[in-house]
């Protein structure tokens, strides 16, 4: 029984989310996964924190500390619509995972592909594919608030190797709210 009406998907997003925050809780050292709570104690201090004096860091098993890998960010990064007006005005790629009847109903951010999560799998891929680069900045946006197609194609755009996904947390109704310029133009036949 669910407890307040949120579907199978929402539950295990949830869960996701957890693991991930758990995950983003750790660093390596010397090999070993630590808990950084563990590391970060005034009494122990973890390699990469100055020790008692404020100079050289404590190897709490003596010798020299070893080195700490930085946690890698996530490809994925939450932004706000001012954040997003200026990745825009820098000419970074905009994708509208919206539904193709509220993009032609509500317009666009000008200059954006559509390209839903349902789209990303399919054969033959959309031709946007061909235009994306992996390695530059790739706003995506919906309907935001309790819509997740944003998130979702995030997700399925990491996974094929996309390292710099923004995701528009307030959505297109956010981007229409601040005044920004919108695009109601026809879109091409599909």
Request: hydrophobic content about 35%.
């Amino acid at each position: 029984m669910a407890c307040c009406g949120c579907g199978p998907m929402r539950v295990i997003a949830v869960i996701a989310l957890g693991a991930g925050i758990g995950l983003a809780d750790l660093s390596l050292r010397g090999g070993n996964i630590v808990v950084a709570k563990e590391r970060a104690s005034p009494d122990r201090p973890g390699p990469d924190l100055p020790g008692p004096d404020g100079g050289k860091p404590v190897n709490p098993d003596g010798g020299t500390p070893p080195t700490v890998a930085p946690v890698a960010p996530g490809a994925i990064r939450e932004i706000t619509v001012a954040e997003a007006k200026e990745w825009y005005d820098k000419g970074a790629m905009f994708l509208d995972a919206r539904p193709r009847k509220d993009s032609e109903r509500d317009g666009r951010i000008p200059g954006s592909e559509l390209l839903g999560p349902g789209d990303v799998d399919r054969n033959p891929p959309p031709a946007i594919f061909e235009v994306l680069d992996p390695e530059k900045e790739v706003v995506i946006y919906c309907l935001g608030g309790d819509c997740h197609d944003s998130h979702n194609l995030a997700a399925m755009l990491e996974a094929r190797g996309f390292t710099k996904l923004l995701v528009l947390v307030e959505g297109f109704p956010g981007w229409v709210q601040a005044g920004y310029e919108v695009d109601k133009s026809p879109l091409p036949p599909e």
